[in-house]
């Protein structure tokens, strides 16, 4: 693993194809994002906009018809080390995992576990196990790595504005809350609150009802990190401004440095 600083970032861009015009105002102006994780970019890999690689830029996915998928810009060359997440057996596009300058990126897009009745919710929980047993191959190899990317829960009532979900989501659901602590557990630290450890941060506001306007938000983009990595963390940056662009995604950009 390089000694030399490491900036990664993730954004939940609701559909790429309608937005790849901000993706790349963005990248021009963070040349120090080394690799951007991409989520529900909702195309096929064959429909991802060329002009990213038209530019010199680097580019994964792991894309389907019209939702999920999951997609890494990089600005050297990666090498992809899954295209899905180990141990899930299911067939949306949620997951893309490659390395980089001696550092493993999983990009991740959680099932948000609100439809699809308890089968829907178990998909998540199911996701979730993985990603633990997915943290464990990789702790016991004792590689560096990060998981990264829209988790789709509050970990806690800080994480979310009054009033903005009900008691029984699945992003605030119990058992959601402690599969996200089982990974912290595990020994892997949120980013944000390794640096900010109170205070409300959200990544994520609805188009409905003026949220943005009202900052009724929700912190659902994390970054887990492992030991050697949360040892060198030293900035976690939420791109709130970027919700305040024409026909922007709701969810923001957020950067971490390591």
Not at 87 to 113: C, K, M, Q, V, W
Not at 116 to 136: H, N, P, Q, S, V
Not at 147 to 164: H, K, R, S, Y
Request: proline share 5%; hydrophobic share 40%.
């Amino acid at each position: 693993m390089s000694t030399t600083p490491f900036t990664f970032a993730s954004w939940n861009i609701n559909s790429i194809r309608a937005r790849a015009h901000h993706v790349q105002d963005w990248l021009e102006r963070h040349p120090d994002c080394d690799l951007l994780c991409l989520q529900e970019i909702k195309c096929e890999d064959s429909q991802f906009p060329a002009v990213f690689a038209e530019a010199g830029l680097h580019v994964a996915t792991s894309g389907q018809k019209a939702y999920n998928g999951v997609a890494l810009i990089g600005r050297r060359p990666f090498t992809v080390t899954h295209h899905t997440l180990p141990g899930f057996d299911h067939p949306s596009a949620r997951y893309i995992e490659a390395e980089l300058d001696g550092i493993t990126i999983g990009n991740l897009y959680l099932p948000n576990g609100n439809s699809g009745g308890e089968d829907g919710y178990a998909t998540k929980l199911a996701f979730f196990d993985a990603l633990a047993e997915r943290a464990r191959v990789l702790l016991e190899a004792e590689k560096p790595f990060a998981f990264i990317g829209d988790f789709n829960v509050c970990p806690t009532d800080e994480d979310l504005a009054p009033g903005a979900l009900s008691s029984g989501d699945a992003l605030v659901r119990p058992e959601t809350r402690a599969a996200f602590r089982r990974l912290e557990w595990m020994g892997l630290t949120d980013a944000l609150r390794a640096l900010h450890p109170a205070g409300r941060h959200y990544t994520f506001w609805d188009y409905q009802a003026a949220a943005f306007q009202r900052n009724s938000g929700l912190r659902i983009d994390h970054a887990l990190l492992s030991p050697r990595l949360a040892e060198r963390l030293t900035a976690f940056v939420i791109d709130r401004d970027e919700r305040a662009k024409e026909k922007a995604s709701d969810h923001v950009p957020v950067l971490v440095t390591v």
